[in-house]
């Protein structure tokens, strides 16, 4: 009887380990934060020439795979259930371009212009960029045999918004010229994630199938009307992701 109780004593630290092992990665209540990277629809329309006759063959912005680039975002989780994950996600980039007046030169005009004359600068546009997306979804988690090894299948609808402002300060232009396109996207998406500790994972995901409406706009200059374009898009295995993230 004293050996098996000594025995018992002895196999409780394993078991507690073993236990302690089974339960690296994600259970209810837990929040993660991961940096993502993604090959992705961008969205943005650049500001028209606010000098043009007319305004001919515009296009809203092409979603299609060949016009994709690399995302950098953040992206938040919370698992309500132990195999149930909220998601929300995003990024944003503001970028600025100073703009300057022109400068003119010693010739009356381009015709009049001989060797030896102070050539003219036109003027530099004030362009101002924002762009942003957000997602949010649901995810459901699958534990496999693999110890820390989890595959997961969900849900995602998104939007991203893209604006181009830009002024040039000279005799020619009417005041700002303004650029805006914006996408609304849902996609069903599925993945992998692995958890090198109980605190850090690492995981790669792809959409098998996405949908995006864009439209997009342009406004030449102050007091006309947009002129404006739609597309529908139809994407599969679209924004293949990897990402590294934390737990806790």
């Known amino acids: 009887m004293k050996i098996n109780k000594l025995l018992i004593l002895a196999a409780l630290p394993m078991i507690g380990l073993t ?87 010693s010739a009356d005009s381009d015709e009049s212009f001989e060797w030896g004359d102070i050539p003219s600068y036109g003027a530099v546009a004030d362009q101002n960029f924002v762009q942003f997306n957000v997602y949010t979804g649901v995810d459901r988690y699958f534990k496999t045999k693999v110890d820390g090894l989890y595959l997961y299948a969900g849900a995602r609808v998104g939007y991203a918004y893209g604006r181009n402002v830009s002024f040039t300060d000279d005799e020619y232009n009417m005041g700002k010229s303004v650029g805006e396109a914006f996408n609304v996207r849902g996609a069903l998406t599925g993945g992998v994630e692995y958890y090198i500790t109980d605190g850090l994972f690492v995981g790669a995901q792809v959409d098998p199938f996405a949908y995006t409406y864009n439209r997009s706009l342009i406004k030449p200059q102050e007091g006309l009307s947009n002129l404006d374009a739609n597309s529908h898009n139809y994407s599969i295995l679209a924004a293949p992701t990897i990402k590294i993230g934390f737990k806790f």
């Open 19 to 105: 236990a302690n092992a089974q339960d690296k990665g994600p259970q209810k209540n837990d929040f993660t934060v991961a940096a993502t990277v993604s090959y992705n629809n961008t969205v943005m329309q650049n500001a028209a020439v606010g000098t043009l006759p007319s305004y001919n063959g515009f296009q809203a912005q092409s979603t299609n795979w060949n016009d994709k680039s690399l995302q950098v975002g953040i992206e938040g989780g919370w698992f309500f259930l132990d195999e149930w994950k909220l998601v929300l996600g995003g990024g944003m980039s503001i970028t600025k371009h100073p703009g300057y007046s022109g400068v003119p030169g």
